[in-house]
């Protein structure tokens, strides 16, 4: 969504040393961008291991909260890289990114997949059993894995599309 505001924003982040730099020094964006991806697939890998442990009760022998406090450790590794990495290249190119469609679905998607993440934790930190206790929050934690998995699926395509698509 195109504004005088947002479009004034983005020139003046354009006209900023680091932007110029970015936009001036050849191996920069493609540095970024493959830190970037790596970080994605690191959090989207640990995404998807919590959620099939929640979906299928595969490693039965290992409980959720075990395979939960294995996995998450990497997602709130890889969310900050993914914050630099994201900002910077925002900052080569902020009128790409911060006045796209896309992209401002795919800062949404992240929100929700990081409070369903934020969720699934707390309620693991008061309770290791707690997804597992009742079939009713087995549902729920179902739900929320299904749920997990298509933000941050939604979110790579999205990621992807923002080059393609020009508000």
């Not at 505001?5 to 110029?20: A, G, H, K, M, R």
């Not at 997949?113 to 087995?138: G, H, N």
């Not at 997990?148 to 699926?153: A, F, P």
Request: net charge positive; glycine share 2%; with cysteine.
């Amino acid at each position: 969504m195109r504004t005088q505001s947002l479009e004034d924003f983005c020139n003046w982040i354009e006209q900023t040393p680091l932007s110029v730099s970015i936009q001036s020094t050849p191996w920069v964006v493609p540095t970024v961008q493959t830190i970037h991806i790596l970080a994605i697939a690191a959090l989207l890998i640990s995404a998807v291991m919590i959620n099939l442990q929640i979906l299928s009760n595969s490693g039965a022998d290992q409980p959720l909260s075990r395979v939960f406090t294995r996995y998450v450790k990497i997602i709130w590794l890889a969310l900050p890289i993914l914050f630099i990495s994201g900002v910077l290249l925002i900052t080569g190119e902020p009128a790409r990114s911060l006045a796209n469609d896309v992209f401002q679905i795919k800062m949404f998607l992240l929100a929700c997949a990081i409070i369903i993440t934020l969720v699934l934790q707390k309620r693991l930190s008061d309770d290791s059993l707690y997804w597992e206790s009742t079939p009713p929050r087995r549902q729920a934690a179902r739900f929320l894995a299904i749920i997990s998995t298509v933000c941050w699926l939604a979110i790579i395509c999205a990621g992807r599309w923002i080059a393609y698509t020009y508000s």
